[in-house]
């Protein structure tokens, strides 16, 4: 059993990735992979009140879902919306457990609604003013594949346009030993059930055993191993070179998703 | 929709480890609400604690999991024939073609939260024997469950606040329609922690009394704890009359602010409106709304401009976190199953704790029990971050 659904928008940012357009040119060999620290952008599109109040995750999220859905052209407040990530505002995390570990466990009320795991779906929907449904997942290494796959069944199911946005973010000491991801980084994909005039891939997903494929380039295949998000890299690459074919993704460790590309030319 | 069937359901919350006393504590109308006395908290409020939480032991082959959200999760899972059900259907459909959807907000952060207390003094590392992946992280209880069950198929934990496990209905049905999958092992965990009691309170929205929902003088959330479940599957050509079906459910955004409803319930009304399109229902087709009713002034009267907007304020309506406290992630998992337990027994549970019902409220909050045929039940969630989902339920014939 598969489902299906067509690509009209991809948005990218992580180390050394600065968008979706840069991101291909990497991926498709016709710039050098340079890695670097992530550049996060600040989210103009909030009021000033919320702008300050966000952190990375934030940062990061809305970053990739704007350039995903600006170069579909869709209007956020019509797609419905799928954020998963592997973790929550690990900075935050860190300082209410540290404020909880004092006698005085005074923990701030900001930093206490901004810790939910669905943050930046939150603030995505303040932003755009999208009332649509927005999913919030977490499948630890597997979110990548877990956001793609309620997706795409929003997508063929419910007949509807869904951005799919991954991300995850660094924790910092001493929570970073325990679970070292080395920075920031966000995919975003805007999916449609149909084809439209800004279509760039159909994409027909099912789950298999099969092995997940590596990338050669030792810089990107270590990147692809770092941050859950960057699972997706393999998906990305072929997207990139704008052929057909076939690829397989990690997901769970009983499980992985394979994902076959068509481009609509 | 597919309407699809709740082949087995359970629910270990305060008020009960099973779904024999919770209908009990339902039709007596008992609270499981007491003091706060949980870990070292000094918190002037009530809770919803379970008892023996910590006295649950997790299989050998899964001691890395060992927190107190998981054992909840195992508590839970061993109750009803819970445990022997998923793996009937595993039997049934295959370990790949069940997949598991579990709501939770905190999941095992207290585990986190007791490592920071046992930093090195000099490195300030977290303790050796501190694992994040299979406690803190939000997948744990997810994965938690996928192991213990033996299944294979897609797993995922949902963590949209308060409103997690009503919205792993409608992921499960997702998938389950896509034909991905054909059974899904849905619910939510979500225990005590100091993260949840000391946030509630630093935002002013933990009461230091047992929370009263819809009354003129509530003044905030009971935090709660607990583990329930169901097992989705596709409904079967020979069905009783009296099985459950979850019928409809139907997501959205307040976009309005981090953690404040919308002043008129305009999510929330989304939300239920795309339910009962969902169901393929009229307002009126519904008996008894089973509330999020929290016991915030802000909720309670969102909610209620939302739900008599739609139906009107003749339709019966309670909120049952006066009796088990806001188990908060786990809340939508845990009203599915009162709400079944609603309409399997015919009863619709009066809110405890509430009594005088405040005047500017329009619903019809009922604070005393009615047994009466109970056949479609609406359950609402609400979250942080303005994430809100609404669930429909119904007798099979």
């Known amino acids: ?265 | 929709m597919m309407p699809l069937l709740l082949a087995q359901f359970t629910a270990t919350s305060c008020i009960g480890q099973g779904v024999t006393p919770t209908l009990a504590s339902l039709v007596e109308k008992r609270s499981g609400l007491q003091r706060c006395e949980f870990e070292t908290v000094s918190i002037d409020t009530y809770i919803g604690e379970v008892a023996g939480v910590d006295a649950q032991s997790l299989p050998t082959p899964l001691r890395s999991f060992e927190c107190r959200n998981n054992r909840l999760a195992e508590l839970a899972l061993l109750q009803d024939g819970f445990f022997e059900a998923v793996q009937a259907a595993v039997s049934r459909w295959g370990r790949r073609r069940v997949g598991v959807f579990i709501g939770t907000s905190t999941a095992g952060i207290l585990q986190t939260e007791l490592a920071y207390r046992a930093r090195d003094p000099i490195s300030g590392a977290l303790p050796a024997g501190f694992e994040y992946g299979p406690t803190h992280n939000s997948f744990s209880v997810a994965d938690y469950l996928r192991q213990r069950c033996g299944l294979d198929g897609p797993a995922v934990a949902v963590s949209a606040a308060c409103a997690s496990s009503a919205k792993v209905f409608a992921a499960a049905r997702r998938m389950i329609e896509s034909g991905l999958i054909d059974a899904a092992l849905v619910g939510g965990t979500d225990s005590l922690c100091l993260t949840t009691l000391y946030g509630f309170h630093s935002l002013q929205l933990s009461s230091p009394a047992p929370c009263r929902p819809f009354d003129v003088a509530r003044d905030g959330i009971s935090i709660g704890e607990a583990a329930a479940f169901a097992l989705l599957e596709r409904v079967p050509d020979d069905l009783d009359a009296d099985a459950v079906l979850l019928l409809g459910t139907g997501e959205s955004s307040d976009a309005y602010h981090m953690s404040a409803p919308h002043p008129e319930g305009l999510g929330a009304k989304r939300a239920i409106q795309a339910a009962l399109a969902a169901a393929s229902m009229q307002p009126g087709d519904v008996d008894y709304i089973n509330l999020h009713g929290t016991g915030t002034p802000s909720n309670d009267r969102a909610e209620s401009q939302a739900v008599t907007s739609i139906f009107g304020p003749t339709i019966p309506c309670s909120s049952t976190k006066g009796a088990t406290g806001h188990t908060l992630g786990a809340s939508g998992a845990l009203e599915a199953v009162i709400s079944a337990l609603a309409i399997r027994h015919g009863l619709m549970p009066g809110g405890v704790h509430t009594t005088h019902i405040d005047p500017t409220l329009t619903a019809l909050y009922i604070r005393d029990n009615r047994r009466t045929p109970v056949r479609r039940v609406l359950s609402n969630s609400f979250g942080f971050g303005g994430t809100n989902c609404s669930l429909i339920f119904g007798r099979a014939g």
């Open chain 1, 1 to 265: 059993m598969t489902v299906a659904a067509f690509i009209g928008g991809i948005g990218v940012l992580g180390p050394g990735l600065d968008s979706w357009p840069h991101t291909a040119a990497v991926l498709s060999g016709r710039q050098p992979y340079a890695p670097s620290v992530t550049v996060l952008p600040t989210p103009s599109m909030l009021p000033p009140a919320e702008r300050r109040r966000t952190g990375r995750v934030v940062k990061v999220a809305m970053a990739v879902a704007l350039e995903a859905a600006n170069s579909a052209g869709a209007d956020p407040r019509q797609v419905s919306s799928v954020f998963s990530s592997s973790g929550g505002d690990g900075h935050i995390c860190h300082e209410i457990c540290q404020a909880l570990a004092l006698p005085s466990r005074e923990v701030s009320p900001t930093r206490f609604s901004n810790s939910v795991h669905n943050v930046a779906a939150g603030y995505w929907s303040i932003a755009t003013g999208s009332m649509t449904e927005s999913n919030v997942l977490c499948a630890f290494d597997a979110s990548f594949g877990a956001g793609l796959l309620d997706a795409l069944t929003q997508t063929a199911v419910d007949q509807r346009a869904v951005l799919l946005v991954a991300y995850d973010t660094e924790y910092p000491p001493p929570l970073h030993a325990k679970r070292p991801i080395p920075d920031a980084m966000g995919v975003a994909m805007l999916l449609t059930p149909g084809r439209d005039s800004g279509s760039l891939a159909r994409m027909e997903v099912d789950l298999s055993q099969e092995p997940s494929e590596k990338i050669s380039d030792p810089a990107l295949e270590s990147l692809r191993l770092a941050i859950p998000a960057a699972r997706s890299l393999p998906l990305l690459r072929l997207l990139a070179s704008g052929a057909s074919g076939r690829v397989v993704l990690d997901y769970l460790d009983v499980s992985r998703i394979a994902v076959q590309v068509a481009p609509c030319v």
